[in-house]
């Protein structure tokens, strides 16, 4: 069994549950992303779209070797930002530093047709105790600081997704009044 600790709680899982895919000699398609104004290509490399669609608000990477992601809203305090999920799906996620696994909703696995890798309990803020489905993310990114091969909760009753510490204990973060400021450790 191998530990995780996601949203305060520490769960076990059973190795050999997550899955990995190798596709090798067959060409993969380039994703663009409407709102955030960039694509990735087959080698997960991001391409700046910003001539063709300005006016996105979309916040590129700074000269300084940091990233900044545009806070679109606080909710209840906590900043909401885009997340793109598997290089082709941006959602709206609060950015929870004190939760310590990345949670993502219901719709957001569906949409994406993420895999069950297992199963952990979870004690939640509120002291309730849940069981929820892991599943396996291939990247997570936020304006270009990418994460990958990632396992994520899947919650079935929330509005929005969490990111958590797998993502931000990459790096020393600001959060300043319109943005976050990510710099690589």
Do not use: H
Not at 50 to 71: D, N
Not at 112 to 130: E, Y
């Amino acid at each position: 069994m191998k530990r995780y600790t996601w949203l305060g709680a520490t769960t076990a899982i059973a190795a050999g549950m997550s899955v990995v895919v190798t596709i090798l000699g067959i060409p993969t398609l380039t994703w663009a992303q409407d709102d955030a104004c960039y694509m990735i290509t087959p080698s997960g490399k991001r391409v700046s779209l910003g001539k063709l669609c300005r006016g996105s608000g979309t916040i590129q990477p700074a000269a300084g070797g940091f990233y900044q992601a545009r806070i679109k809203r606080r909710q209840g305090g906590t900043p909401v930002i885009d997340v793109t999920l598997n290089g082709r799906s941006t959602f709206e996620m609060l950015v929870d530093t004190g939760a310590s696994g990345t949670l993502v909703t219901r719709a957001m696995a569906q949409s994406l047709s993420i895999p069950i890798v297992g199963a952990g309990r979870f004690t939640l803020a509120d002291g309730r105790t849940i069981v929820m489905p892991v599943g396996r993310l291939n990247s997570l990114a936020v304006s270009g600081a990418t994460i990958r091969n990632v396992n994520v909760a899947i919650a079935s009753d929330l509005a929005e997704g969490l990111l958590g510490s797998d993502f931000l204990g990459n790096y020393d973060i600001k959060i300043k009044r319109d943005v976050i400021e990510f710099y690589p450790r």
